[in-house]
């Protein structure tokens, strides 16, 4: 298993322009996640979903927006891209059935800078 | 609002010493917690995890001490070893919900000297 895959490793953004990060797993997990790190801190949790079809907001949705159409993908899309959200993004994944049902897998990152 | 934080930014160990890494934290609903091990430019990795009704867990080279009066979490690792230099960051799950959405702390950094 590759586990979980994110893609650009890094991005640089003008300010107003939109992207989409790409986050896969292929360990049928149910859950999915999106986390933002600034520098010398913890993660906050963006955006979640339990299961495909279903999404919610985290403790900092705002400019952000997902899909889960498969179990699969977890797209993370920001629209007119602000300074502010220049940071390390994680999505991470967790199998509520399995040995360590409470276990979130992390994928290596997306470092976007927005300028 | 309620957070999960550290007592300490940075801790340096001799190697082979033992290792503690200290957590606050303020929401006494919360009813579970993790360690997470962070090297540099890769995601965060789980080392182990505790429930609160829980005071002790043990895994291989590492143990959770979790008390519930104080509201305080620590990591200990055994005979530290340069491979455990890391940020350590611990996380709660305030909310019963089935999502586990998890608050972290902002990392501990663990340096371990030769």
């Known amino acids: 298993n590759a586990g979980v895959t994110q893609t650009p490793k890094f991005r640089i953004l003008k300010i107003g322009q939109s992207m989409t990060l790409q986050c896969a797993q292929d360990?049928?997990?149910?859950?999915m996640y999106w986390y933002r790190q600034d520098p010398g801190m913890g993660l906050k949790l963006i955006y979640y979903?339990?299961?495909?079809?279903?999404?919610d907001k985290g403790e900092v949705p705002n400019g952000y927006n997902v899909s889960r159409s498969t179990t699969e993908d977890f797209p993370l899309r920001l629209e007119l891209a602000a300074p502010s959200q220049t940071s390390v993004y994680f999505c991470?994944?967790?199998?509520?059935?399995?040995?360590?049902?409470?276990?979130?897998?992390f994928g290596p990152g997306t470092r976007l800078t927005v300028l | 609002g309620e957070s999960v934080g550290l007592h300490l930014p940075t801790l340096s160990v001799q190697e082979g010493d033992n290792s503690i890494i200290n957590c606050a934290y303020s929401?006494?609903?919360?009813?579970?917690f993790i360690w997470y091990k962070q090297e540099s430019g890769k995601g965060p990795q789980f080392i182990i995890d505790?429930?609160?009704?829980?005071d002790k867990r043990q895994g291989q080279r590492v143990t959770v001490l979790l008390n519930k009066t104080v509201k305080h979490l620590s990591l200990q690792i055994a005979a530290t070893q340069p491979g455990d230099s890391a940020v350590y960051f611990c996380?709660?799950?305030?909310?019963?919900?089935?999502?586990?959405?998890?608050?972290f702390g902002s990392g501990t950094q663990l340096t371990v000297l030769p």
């Open positions: 991470a994944s967790r199998f509520t059935s399995g040995p360590t049902p409470n276990e979130q897998f």
């Open positions: 979903s339990v299961g495909a079809g279903i999404t």
């Open positions: 360990m049928n997990h149910n859950y």
């Open positions: 996380a709660e799950n305030p909310l019963s919900g089935s999502a586990r959405q998890l608050t």
């Open positions: 929401n006494s609903a919360s009813d579970y």
């Open positions: 505790i429930r609160s009704n829980m």
